[in-house]
């Protein structure tokens, strides 16, 4: 399995900029995707941006051109880099990974995917 911790939230104001980081630990090497999410007061939780090993991102167009997604597979740590942040953008910001391992149950290789969440971390953008 795997765990995440995320660090880096704040305080900032509008315009102001912040970078997350999400540390993983245990079986990083079952990742498959990484991403950020974001849940603001009385929202659902939405997905801002997303990496996968493959090479590929995602990112919302509500934070394109302001946030960037990025890995350091070296010290298993994913960043999200965001300026000019708008109040909008105010949120507790979440780390997720799509994982998987693969088994043989007699001939057959199966593979179980699960997932991970870290605990989050608070972005307050003051107007």
């Known amino acids: 399995q795997v765990q995440l911790m995320e660090s880096g939230g704040g305080t900032v104001q509008a315009g102001g900029s912040l970078r997350l980081s999400c540390v993983a630990s245990?079986?990083?090497?079952?990742?498959?995707?990484l991403a950020w999410h974001r849940q603001a007061p009385g929202k659902q939780r939405e997905l801002v941006a997303k990496?996968?090993?493959?090479?590929?991102?995602y990112s919302a167009d509500s934070v394109k051109g302001r946030f960037t997604i990025s890995e350091d597979n070296a010290r298993n740590t994913l960043y999200l880099q965001m300026n000019s942040l708008k109040p909008e953008d105010t949120g507790t910001y979440y780390c997720?990974?799509?994982?998987?391992?693969?088994?043989?149950?007699?001939?057959?290789?199966?593979?179980?995917?699960?997932?991970?969440w870290g605990r989050g971390t608070q972005v307050t953008v003051s107007s």
């Open positions: 997720h990974v799509e994982a998987g391992y693969e088994d043989w149950i007699g001939s057959e290789k199966l593979y179980y995917p699960y997932d991970a």
């Open positions: 990496i996968s090993r493959g090479g590929g991102t």
């Open positions: 245990g079986s990083t090497s079952e990742i498959d995707t």
